[in-house]
């Protein structure tokens, strides 16, 4: 399994199962967050704490969550930044952009007051 989703009350988590959001993972997660946004899903909560390396097709995964939420007026969070990752996504100036939580505890915090 790449990846797991869990229902909350008014948003979805998911949480990438492997290490490398890559190649090889992101074309099934951005087909994954494509169906979630279909059938209505606008709040998505992503946690990265698992992956500890990320390339250009990952994070073109994550600008895809990001936009699909957005377009519907939902909220996009990500949370669980590891080391490396969060170099990446600050270097391509995207912690600008995204709504990035510490950890899954605080980012079911943002999004509820989010949604709230």
Do not use: H, W
Not at 14 to 41: C, F, M, R
Not at 44 to 55: Q, R
Not at 66 to 88: D, H, M, W, Y
């Amino acid at each position: 399994m790449e990846f797991k989703i869990d229902k909350l009350d008014n948003f979805i988590i998911v949480s990438i199962l492997k290490q490398k959001l890559d190649t090889t993972l992101a074309p099934s997660l951005k087909s994954e967050l494509v169906l979630l946004n279909g059938n209505n899903e606008k709040n998505i909560l992503l946690d990265l704490n698992k992956c500890t390396y990320c390339d250009s097709s990952g994070l073109s995964a994550i600008l895809v969550a990001n936009r699909l939420c957005k377009n519907v007026e939902g909220t996009f969070i990500i949370s669980g930044l590891q080391p490396a990752v969060e170099r990446l996504i600050s270097v391509s100036q995207l912690d600008t952009v995204l709504n990035i939580a510490p950890t899954l505890d605080d980012a079911i915090e943002m999004m509820r007051k989010a949604v709230a």
